[in-house]
């Protein structure tokens, strides 16, 4: 059970709490440290949950727990998001940062969206942006940060300026099955959120955070924080890299992980944004997810065409439209969707759904 435990700060409650869940990222471990002690904000503990690493992970943290009183360390067994969960029932902070072990920040990363949520207490989230490094701590020369994304659509001209992105925004970008945040290292989380929408589900192995980060996005409203960095380190043992997008259990994991964010979160939602929720995206976003990971098949240029010819003539009319509408020149729906999601939900009033705050105001 998560606490809102805002209300029973004291003066000498650290402000940000510091999770660090650590299995065996000895060779990464003593930079994601460093870069925790060199934060330029440095009212905060750290929490170290280590699932009994056995490559001197927890002996470089019992040392680091000897020296430094904001640290406390203990053990659990091994799993991701129970040491997460752990982590953060244990949290004292207004703040939680998860710390992930393998991965780094810049120095300024706290300071910056402790700054931005203490002055937007409109939003419980606040997003920065990534860098995508290698295993030696090198830009990765594959992916950037936000093209594979689909944070950037639909709000280009934002994704410098610090905004604000009005709930369920956020939440409802991730129909396209795309990512939104790639790494929760990009987060600083509101500690009260998390007796809203509860703790990391561990059902779906090592993407279960993008379940929890839909809830997020449909309740929260997140402000950018576009001058300040996390990275996210890609190597071959690494959880997240051993997901294989497009499989049939990769898919199957998405459409199980909206239902269930949908379902659990449907109370906080606008009523008049749930019928068209349920009635209409839900399935035409289900149809949209499944032509294009078929699409994404590896398979010959003859097969694909056949298979995008067959749904011209024999699928489902959402599909039908689509194939058609690319043939025309349209853009893919899943470069769309972010201007038709916002588009309705600020014919409800809703808006603005974006905000551009780079001035610092709030909005209400």
Known sequence: MFLDIDKNMTKQTPLVSICVPSLNTFPFLRERIDTILGQTYTNWEMIVIDSFSDDGSWELFQKLAQEDK????????????????????????????????????????????????????????????????????????????????????????????RHVRRAPYDGLL??????????????????????????????????????????????ANTVHVPDTWAAWREYPTNASAAMTCHSSEYCRNIEEMIEDAVVKCESFLAPEVVPGLKDHWLRWSGEMRSYYSRLAIPQSVFRKRLFQASQVFNGQKSVRSEVMGRLCGKRRWTDRAPDELRNWLESFGLGPVLADVSDHSRIE
Not at 113 to 132: I, K, P, Q
Not at 185 to 210: E, V
Request: charged share 20%; with cysteine; hydrophobic share 40%.
């Open 174 to 219: 991730h129909l396209t099955g795309s990512m939104v945040y790639l790494s929760i290292s990009q987060l600083l989380i509101r500690r009260s959120l998390f007796a809203r929408i509860g703790g990391f589900d561990t059902r779906w192995g090592p993407m279960g955070d993008r379940n929890w980060e839909m809830k997020a996005g449909l309740v």
């Open 70 to 161: 904001r640290v406390s360390i203990s053990q659990a067994p091994r799993g991701l998001y129970r040491c997460w969960n752990e982590c953060v029932q244990r949290a004292q902070g207004r703040y939680v940062y998860i710390a992930t072990s393998d991965d780094t920040m810049a120095l300024d990363c706290l300071e910056k969206m402790v700054a931005a949520l203490e002055e937007h207490t409109e939003c419980d989230l606040a997003h920065c942006s990534l860098r995508l490094i290698d295993a030696k701590g090198d830009p990765s020369t594959e992916q950037t940060w936000p093209d594979i994304t689909v944070f950037a659509h639909g709000a280009a001209t934002l994704v410098n300026k």
